[in-house]
């Protein structure tokens, strides 16, 4: 019988190194590494008992300086590009969700908006909180009626004195409860749509503030998510991080956190592609690994082809955006592809590890809950699918109409 030859198979350069300097590889040996000493095992605990990643390890990585690889170093950054941070996102991405979360909320989420963005007093009372991981930024955008419609939010921010009166509720907030800090999406003049959306920073424990019971998710355990309810919040003026009129411009940041999910959906696909290729090749039916068989050779080949796609398309939108901020229709074209390439492979491995794969020990099944919610998170793939199209031709597509 003709058996492949797994150690010469092993050798090859594998495509995941794409154009990756050797520096950008030590980075991603390193990271790989620190994540799989420190999360792998207890990964599967946080999933299992829905718990919160802990304060004192999101302390660990702002030590370790992954919370500031991309941002400024006046703040205490590292000042890299955000590739490197994407780099570091993958390899925790690929064995913890939940300790990942942290590296993409810092680096490519509210904070980096902040760094984008905010006024010198801003970035100097909180980024070097968050890059220490003494604090972290959530962002609150979505609301009960309004999630791919965000633009019709109904949070609002009437002017009070110095300050800012907030009153509205917010769904589906990521980190919420836990996180000390928000990038709250608001709802600042009467002008309709975007035009009358800005951006406040708002401090957790601002009286009025509440919060809902925890959702319990399909996936995305150990990152806590529920309602924000603001009552008459009074936010200071000086935490206006983008006035009305200027959504083109929170926009734009925002399509760095889109660059930081289509990484994590990234990460999914190439972690269950990975273990998938390890398990056909031990894992014998009828005297023979699977992978001898025709038809999962197949099924492979497109798991191989969907991950190499995302990642040309991730890492084509990282390397133009620099140390800036990423075009937003390549970021829109990388989201697409690596979304679904996340909740595609997953499940094709689900598939391959039969009955294992759909039980909880192998983590298989967890990859792909974690993958749905990936997807929705930032704006569904359909959503993109129509983003794309109007960048394109540049012409608009009025949902409204
Ligand atoms: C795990 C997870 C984490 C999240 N984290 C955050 C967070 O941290 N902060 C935050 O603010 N929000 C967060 N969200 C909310 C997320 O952004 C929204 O769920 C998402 O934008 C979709 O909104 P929705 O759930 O209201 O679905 P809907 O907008 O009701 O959409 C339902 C379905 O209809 C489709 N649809 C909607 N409009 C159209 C259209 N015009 N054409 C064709 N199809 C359409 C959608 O693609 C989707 O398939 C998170 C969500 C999840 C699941």
Redesign the pocket.
């Known amino acids: 019988m003709h058996m492949i030859n797994i150690s010469v198979e092993r050798e090859r350069e594998p495509v995941t190194d794409f154009d990756l300097s050797p520096e950008e590889l030590e980075l991603r040996r390193e990271a790989a590494r620190v994540a799989a000493d420190l999360y792998e095992a207890p990964a599967q605990e946080w999933d299992r008992e829905r718990m919160t990643f802990p304060n004192e390890e999101r302390r660990r990585l702002g030590e370790l300086g992954y919370l500031g690889i991309a941002l400024p170093e006046l703040y205490g950054g590292a000042g890299a590009p955000v590739m490197d941070a994407l780099i570091v996102l993958e390899e925790f991405a690929k064995v913890c969700r939940p300790a990942a979360f942290q590296v993409f909320e810092s680096n490519t989420g509210p904070a980096q908006v902040v760094a984008q963005l905010g006024t010198e007093a801003q970035k100097v009372e909180y980024l070097p909180a968050v890059i220490k991981g003494e604090a972290s930024m959530?962002?609150?955008?979505?609301e009960p009626d309004?999630?791919?419609?965000?633009t019709d939010m109904r949070t609002k921010g009437v002017r009070d004195g110095d300050y800012i009166r907030v009153s509205g509720t917010?769904?589906?907030?990521?980190?919420?409860g836990h996180a000390e800090l928000y990038l709250l999406?608001v709802r600042l003049s009467d002008e309709p749509g975007a035009r009358g959306v800005g951006g406040l920073i708002v401090e957790r424990d601002t009286p009025g503030i509440s919060f809902g019971a925890p959702e319990r998710?399909m996936?995305?355990r150990g990152?806590p998510?529920c309602d924000i309810y603001f009552d008459d919040v009074l936010v200071p003026g000086r935490n206006v991080l983008v006035q009305p009129g200027e959504f083109s411009k929170l926009f734009r940041a925002f399509s760095l956190e889109r660059l930081g999910n289509s990484t994590v959906s990234l990460a999914i696909a190439q972690a269950a592609l990975d273990r998938s290729l390890d398990y056909v090749r031990t894992r014998k039916q009828f005297g023979k690994p699977l992978i001898q068989f025709q038809s999962v050779q197949g099924t492979l080949a497109d798991m191989i082809v969907q991950v190499d796609a995302a990642r040309m398309l991730v890492y084509r939108a990282a390397r133009k955006a620099g140390r800036g901020l990423p075009d937003s229709l390549e970021v829109s074209v990388a989201k697409r592809a690596a979304n679904e390439a996340g909740k595609t492979v997953s499940d094709l491995a689900v598939q391959l590890h039969g009955g294992n794969g759909y039980t909880e020990e192998y983590g298989i099944e967890r990859l792909h809950r974690d993958a749905h919610?990936?997807a929705?998170?930032?704006?569904?793939?359909?959503?993109q699918r129509?983003r794309i199209v109007s960048e394109k031709t540049g012409l608009r597509f009025d949902?409204r109409a």
């Open positions: 959530a962002v609150a955008i979505s309004h999630g791919s419609a965000a917010k769904r589906w907030v990521s980190n919420a999406y998710l996936g995305f990152i998510s919610g990936w929705i998170a930032g704006g569904t793939p359909t959503m129509i949902q």
